[in-house]
């Protein structure tokens, strides 16, 4: 990436390292909120097929919001390793640089704005969601 400047590099890297605490933050408090609230408790006393459903409904709500997470918390680790690197802000599909202002709404961007439009269209109906 040639046109980013070492101040917007360290804007970039403490929008990062922000959105990782904050990412940390609700990791723990998500952590908390399933340590107090045991769905499998509850679905095993009360011996309702309604209720067990819902239980493990929760439960794999659950694991999609802690999988979430965790690939989020990649992603912003991932670009925090990368951005001193020359390969920050290069797209990984083309190897055009990413548009800077695409990367200060998104700093785990690794794809421009075509090619992401371009996979989005591809894999449109596995519903990845995208930052
Ligand atoms: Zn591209």
Redesign the pocket.
């Known amino acids: 990436m040639k046109s980013l400047s070492p101040k917007i590099i360290c804007r970039l890297e403490a929008l990062l390292k922000s959105q990782q605490s904050a990412m940390l933050e609700a990791a723990r408090a998500e952590l908390l909120r399933s340590d107090q609230q045991s769905y499998v408790a509850y679905a095993g006393e009360v011996p309702d097929v309604g209720d067990q459903a819902t239980a493990a409904l929760l439960i794999d709500f659950d694991n999609e919001i802690a999988r979430r997470h965790g690939v989020a918390m990649r992603n912003v680790d991932v670009a925090l390793a990368r951005i001193k690197t020359p390969d920050f802000g290069v797209?990984s599909?083309?190897?055009?640089d990413i548009d800077v202002k695409r990367l200060m709404v998104f700093p785990t961007a690794t794809?421009?704005v075509?090619?992401e439009a371009m996979r989005e269209k591809t894999y449109a109906h596995r519903a990845i969601p995208t930052l």
């Open positions: 797209c599909d083309c190897g055009d794809r421009c075509t090619c």
